[in-house]
C-alpha cells in the first residue's frame, strides 16, 4: 500500500546505542513533538522529520530522555493525521521513510529514544481496506472489517443506533451505493473521515500485529496508543439512551469506550514487543471512568504505561491535587507499574493559560486570563509534577511556558471539531501554533516560510533564543528541574510520597531526603526550611530555619 522507497529497517540492535537504563520508562521524562509544528525545514510553512531531527541536540540538552512524535503518516489531513491512508508510509509533507529511519538512529546516537503514534481505532476513508469496501457494496467481505450496517426507519433513512461522534453529531453516516441508491451507514466514533475498524474481524488484528513489527524493525522504541479505550464495541452496539454523550465520557463506562475486551488485544500486542530487545514500551491514551480503570491497561502483561488524565485536569488545589495523587498511586501500585504524570498535551488548552482562568471551565479554555498568574502557576505546576514518583510528560513549547493563542481568526482554523457545531469546542488549534525558536524571523525560527497557523505579536521573546542563558526564564527553569531530578536519587521512579503537615492550600511531602512543597494559595505562606534548596518556581527567603514560599510557587529541598 506504501507509495514511497522503502527505507532499510535498522537492525533490531539499533536501540544498543541508547543508555541501556533497566526499566528507563519508569521515570522517564518523555517530550511530545506534534511535527506540524515543532520545525519547518523545507519552508513550506509545515513542520517536517527532518526539522525534528535537527533539534534533537536542544532536546538532548533540555535533559528529556524520549521523544514521542504525533502521527506523521500518509493521510489526507482530515484530522490532523489521525486519519491514517497507508500505516507503513510516511505523509510527503512530513518527509519519507529514509527521513523518519534517519531521525531515529540520530536520536539513539543522542541518547534519546523515540516512541510514534498508533492510530488503531479508525482508519482514514482513504485506507484501501475501505475504499475497497465501498466499492464492493452490501455483503461483501470487506464491508466486515468496518462496521457497516442498515438503518433505521422504514428507508433505512435513519442511524443504525443512537451513538454520537465525538466532534458532534451522529457517530454514523450513510453512504451512496454502487448502483447509486442510499444504502447502509458505517460507524465513525470522530470525524467521518475516520471509520472505525471491526477488530472482531481477524484481518485486521493480524494487519496491526504486522505494523507493529514493521516500526519496531525501523528501530522505534515503542508506541502511544491513539483511542487505546477504544476499538471493541459493545456486542449487538446496543443504544446508549442518552443525549449529550460527550458529558457522559469520562464518567461511565460507554458501549463503544473501554470496553474489556480490549485488553486480549494488548495481550497479544505486549507478546510481540517482548520478542524486541532494548525494552520497547506501549504507552495507552486511555480516558476512562476512574483511574482504577486506567490501571487494567497496564497490568504486567500488557501495556507498560498509560497517561493520567484525572491528574491532567485536577485543578491548582492542593486538596484535590493531594487526592489524585494518592488515588493515582494506589491504583497503580497493585499493577506494578509506574503512575504518568501530564499538564498539557496537543488535545488541551496549554495549562499556562488552564491555570490563568478561573477553576471548572474545563480543559478547552477560549480565553486568555490572566497571563502572570497561569504562568506563575504552570511553572509551579511543572516542578511539583517532575517530583512525584513515575514517569512525565512534557508537551512542545510548554518549557517556553508558551499560553495558549486564544484569538485565532475563524478562517484559519484547522480542527475539524470546529466544524462540526455539537461536537468538542474545536479550539484545539490554540495548543499546536508552531514554537517560537528566535526572537525574529517571518515564523520566529519555526522555517523560512511562515507557519500553518499564525504566530502572535511578541511570540518572538517566549522564544528559546530569548530564554536560552536568562536567569530564572522558564526555559532554564525546566533545564535545571530535568537535571536535578535525574542527579537525584530519591526523585524518579518509585510508587509512594510521605506526605508532611503544611498549612490548607499547601502540598508537602518528602521521598528519601528530598522534599517537595507546593503553595497553590494566593498568598505567601511560612514554613520550615527543610534542608537544602535544590530548585524554587518563584523568588523566597529564608531565616532562622522558616522559608517564606510565595504564592503560586513550588520548591524542591533536600536534607543530604
Known amino acids: ?258 470496553q474489556d475486551g480490549v485488553h486480549e488485544i494488548y495481550r497479544q500486542w505486549r507478546r510481540i514487543l517482548d520478542e524486541y530487545s532494548g525494552e520497547r514500551i506501549f504507552v495507552a491514551e486511555a480516558w476512562t471512568p476512574t483511574v482504577e480503570r486506567t490501571a487494567n491497561y497496564v497490568r504486567p502483561d500488557e501495556l507498560h504505561q498509560a497517561f493520567n488524565f484525572q491528574y491532567l485536569g485536577t485543578h491548582w488545589d492542593a486538596e484535590e491535587l493531594r487526592t489524585v495523587i494518592d488515588r493515582t498511586l494506589d491504583a497503580m501500585r497493585p499493577v506494578g507499574a509506574p503512575a504518568t504524570w501530564v499538564l498539557s498535551n496537543h488535545d488541551v488548552t496549554r495549562h499556562a493559560t488552564r491555570f490563568a482562568n478561573p477553576a471548572g471551565l474545563g480543559t478547552q479554555i477560549r480565553l486568555a486570563g490572566d497571563r502572570a498568574l497561569g504562568l506563575r502557576r504552570a511553572r509551579a505546576a511543572t516542578l511539583l509534577m517532575l517530583a ?57 525560527g519555526f522555517g523560512d516560510g511562515g507557519s500553518w497557523l499564525p504566530q502572535p505579536a511578541g511570540w518572538g521573546e517566549l522564544s528559546v533564543e530569548a530564554q536560552t542563558g536568562e536567569p530564572g526564564s522558564t526555559l532554564e527553569l525546566y533545564r535545571e528541574a530535568l537535571a536535578v531530578r535525574r542527579a537525584t536519587a530519591d526523585l524518579g521512579a518509585g510508587d509512594t510520597v510521605e506526605w508532611l503537615r503544611a498549612p490548607e492550600g499547601v502540598v508537602a511531602f518528602r521521598r528519601g531526603d528530598f522534599v517537595c512543597v507546593a503553595n497553590t494559595t494566593g498568598e505567601s505562606v511560612a514554613l520550615p526550611a527543610y534542608g537544602r534548596v535544590l530548585l524554587a518556581s518563584g523568588e523566597i527567603t529564608e531565616t532562622a530555619g522558616e522559608a517564606k514560599v510565595p504564592a503560586d510557587t513550588t520548591v524542591w529541598w533536600t536534607r543530604a
Open 1 to 258: 500500500m506504501s507509495q514511497q522507497p522503502s527505507a532499510a529497517p535498522a537492525p533490531t540492535s539499533a536501540v544498543a546505542t541508547v543508555s541501556e537504563r533497566h526499566d528507563w520508562w519508569r521515570d522517564a521524562v518523555i517530550y511530545q513533538v506534534y511535527p506540524r509544528s515543532f520545525a519547518d525545514s523545507n519552508g513550506d510553512g509545515m513542520g517536517d522529520l527532518e526539522g525534528v531531527r535537527t533539534r534533537l541536540p536542544y532536546l538532548r540538552d533540555l535533559g528529556v530522555d524520549a521523544v514521542w512524535l504525533s502521527p506523521f503518516y500518509a493521510s489526507p489531513q482530515a484530522d490532523a493525521g489521525y486519519d491514517v491512508a497507508d500505516y507503513r508510509a510516511v505523509d510527503p509533507m512530513f518527509g519519507t521513510l529514509l527521513d523518519a529511519g534517519a531521525l531515529i538512529r540520530d536520536a539513539h546516537a543522542l541518547g534519546l529514544r523515540i516512541i510514534v503514534d498508533l492510530v488503531p481505532n479508525h482508519s482514514s476513508d482513504q485506507y484501501e481496506w475501505f475504499k475497497r469496501a465501498l466499492a464492493e457494496g452490501p455483503g461483501s467481505p470487506s464491508r466486515d472489517r468496518y462496521h457497516f450496517r442498515p438503518g433505521k426507519g422504514k428507508n433505512g433513512e435513519l442511524p443504525p443506533n443512537d451513538w454520537e461522534s465525538i466532534f458532534g453529531g451522529p457517530a454514523w453516516t450513510r453512504v451512496t451505493e454502487p448502483d447509486g441508491t442510499p444504502g447502509e451507514w458505517y460507524l465513525h466514533l470522530f470525524a467521518p473521515e475516520q471509520p472505525d475498524f471491526n477488530w472482531e474481524h481477524p484481518a485486521v488484528g493480524d494487519e496491526f500485529r504486522s505494523i507493529l513489527r514493521f516500526w519496531l524493525d525501523m528501530g522505534v522504541d515503542g508506541f502511544r496508543i491513539d483511542v487505546a479505550h477504544g476499538m471493541v464495541k459493545a456486542e449487538g452496539l446496543p443504544d446508549l439512551g442518552s443525549h449529550e454523550q460527550l458529558k457522559l465520557l469520562g464518567n461511565d463506562v460507554m458501549p463503544f469506550f473501554d
Open 388 to 444: 512525584l514518583p513515575g514517569s512525565a510528560y512534557v508537551y512542545q513549547g510548554e518549557e517556553l511556558g508558551l499560553p495558549d493563542v486564544v484569538d485565532l481568526p475563524d478562517e484559519v482554523r484547522q480542527d475539524p471539531a470546529y466544524f462540526r457545531g455539537a461536537g468538542q469546542d474545536g479550539f484545539r488549534d490554540g495548543c499546536r501554533v508552531p514554537i517560537p525558536w528566535t526572537r525574529e524571523g517571518s515564523s520566529y
